[in-house]
């Protein structure tokens, strides 16, 4: 099945803690991105990758740091969270050239930082 | 940049009437434009897409959307919701030439269903 994995589904955790979220899509896709997901601010980006080892930084990046040394994978690191990182994360991916089809998201990662 | 608007924070709409949820947006050109369902505690889930020709797409769960580029608007409708309708609906917009900027996305608009 097509899909695009995350891992953890929840997460507590504790102010200054490095943290990874991971995620993996075993479409073949090229882009993949994180956005975040806040009450009435909607989905912002946070980072997004057009390749392997091509990253680039969206609207919300700070805080944050991503790598892509494989195609499938994009993981999400937070070196030292913070209380205002506590949200819902959701990884996306496409085919680069083919946004007109969309994205395939994850299904979430709601994070907790005390 | 692109930007777009749902006007709607809540709309509380009775089982099987009439649905239409307000998608405005701002781009130099024509972009691509969607809608997703988030159902709670779920992902997002594509109800439908416009790229290009026939102003009127139809999409899963049967929504449609209609594209009014004199209005920059894609609003979404349904002839008669239901129950398991009610969830968070967001619009968004891509620009047409594909590139790295990927999806921005409304604020959503919550939907609520009374019996």
């Known amino acids: 099945e097509a899909q695009v994995t995350q891992n953890p589904r929840y997460l507590i955790t504790v102010t200054g803690k490095k943290l990874t979220v991971t995620c993996s899509q075993n479409?073949?896709?090229?882009?993949m991105s994180w956005y975040r997901q806040d009450p009435g601010l909607g989905l912002r980006q946070i980072y997004y990758?057009?390749?392997?080892?091509?990253?680039d930084k969206g609207d919300v990046p700070e805080g944050y740091k991503v790598s892509r040394k494989e195609k499938r994978n994009f993981p999400l690191i937070l070196e030292s969270p913070s209380p205002n990182q506590t949200s819902l994360y959701f990884c996306?991916?496409?085919?680069?050239?083919?946004?007109?089809?969309?994205?395939?998201f994850g299904s979430g990662t709601r994070l907790t930082v005390v | 940049a692109q930007s777009v608007t749902q006007p709607d924070i809540h709309i509380t709409v009775s089982e099987g009437a009439s649905l239409e949820l307000r998608c405005n947006y701002s781009?130099?050109?024509?972009?691509?434009l969607f809608w997703y369902v988030q159902s709670p505690g779920q992902g997002l889930q594509l109800l439908l897409k416009?790229?290009?020709?026939?102003?009127l797409v139809q999409g899963i769960k049967g929504f449609e959307a209609e594209f009014k580029r004199s209005q920059s608007s894609f609003n979404l409708r349904k002839p008669s919701v239901h129950w398991s309708d009610a969830a968070e609906y967001f619009c968004?917009?891509?620009?047409?030439?594909?590139?790295?900027?990927?999806?921005?996305f409304g604020k959503g608009t919550h939907l609520i269903i009374q019996p």
């Open positions: 996306a991916s496409s085919l680069v050239g083919r946004l007109a089809h969309g994205y395939t």
């Open positions: 479409m073949n896709h090229e882009y």
């Open positions: 990758s057009m390749n392997v080892e091509v990253t």
């Open positions: 781009y130099g050109a024509t972009p691509y």
């Open positions: 416009y790229f290009s020709g026939d102003t």
């Open positions: 968004a917009v891509a620009p047409s030439g594909g590139g790295a900027d990927g999806l921005t």
